[in-house]
């Protein structure tokens, strides 16, 4: 059977997070040998054509050999139907939004970003036998997912970063924190509510004297995401924060350049046995932040604490997010130079070479 791959999500071509570019970073990968197909449904082929030209400029891919193709999956309740679509393919890679369709394609690669605690139905058991396997970002995800769902066929292919296209720059007093905006009622939220009020006290305690708060991201395309963006506005006021939600990537990346610090918020008070799919999943922004030299500070829960690797860099209460981050900033300039240095060397870890490596075993 000749090469022909299939891609899809049920949150393309609406959202563009870390989830996208997974799956929109293995379409890079796979165009390169085999002709790639993403799936969307009839009605959204030329929404998704546009919206492949912005996700190369937001996450700087190369997807001009990625095609657009209208598919039944996702838009029919059939799943004799879904089988049959999927037939054409000799690989299927398709991001879970929780649910589970049957596959007819020889390989199926089922990715799954959240780790699920409830366990499979009986019908979903057997839709799960025609994947060939499950792919997680983190160890984490991975062993929630083997207790919960009870499967042996988990494999861990994380996200990577590519060390030519984040570097240092000369550091500026800025404090950045990059993630979508949505309401902390649901899923990993980036807390961003946390973050300013952080960084408001320590800002009135005269701690950072010249330092700005900077948080970019997307805004989830729904009336609760863009009222949780006003509020955050409204916390903001007043104080050197700015918010920036159409950053372009040449934008973002030199903001990760010039930062000196960054913080994320995400699993803040989240019971990380009980709600571990309120953790940070992985945690792609802080890798790349980490690969252009800004001194990491995050909660060490969900897939944050293999990312990062280091206590020095983790925080629980808003006091030790404070504390050191006032630490850090008192230290000397080759202190500081060398703590940067330090962190990105941990990206090693996380090469673009390690994931197509991991990629092209799949296809071959």
Known sequence: MKKRIALYS????????GGEKYLLSIGEVCSQCAQTELLVSQTETQYAKNALRSYEQRFGLQLEDVLVKSSSIGATKSPITTFLSTAQFSHLFAMTDGSIFPTAAKHSHLIVQVPWTRRLSMPEQLK???????????HFVKSVLERSWKINKIQVIAPYVDAKEFAPQPKEKIILNVGRFFK???????????????????????????????????????????????????????YPINIITDAS????KSYYARSLFYWHAAGFEVDEVKNPEHTE???????????????????????QKEVVADERFFW????????????????????QEKLAQEVR????????????????????
Not at 227 to 232: D, I, M, N, S, V
Not at 284 to 296: D, F, H, R, V, Y
Not at 316 to 324: A, H, I, N, R
Not at 346 to 364: C, D, G, H, P, W
Request: hydrophobic share 35%.
């Open 10 to 17: 049920a949150y393309i071509p609406k959202h563009a997070g």
């Open 128 to 138: 799960l036998k025609n994947w060939e396997s499950i792919i997680v970002y983190s």
């Open 184 to 238: 902390h009622a649901t899923s990993n939220s980036k807390r961003q509510d946390v973050i300013i009020n952080a960084f408001k006290k320590l800002y009135d305690k005269g701690h950072i004297d010249g330092f700005s708060l900077v948080l970019i991201g997307n805004v989830d395309p729904n009336p609760d995401s863009q009222e949780y963006l006003e509020e955050l506005k409204k916390l903001a006021y007043g």
């Open 249 to 252: 990537y040449e934008e973002m």
């Open 281 to 303: 999943h992985f945690g792609i922004t802080t890798l790349e932040a980490m690969a252009s030299g800004c001194i990491p500070l995050v909660v060490p829960k969900g897939g």
């Open 316 to 335: 629980e209460t808003q006091e030790d997010l404070l504390s050191k981050t006032s630490r850090f900033v008192e230290v000397s300039k080759s202190q």
């Open 345 to 364: 060397s941990m990206t090693t870890r996380y090469s673009k070479e390690q994931f197509i490596a991991n990629i092209q075993r799949l296809v071959e």
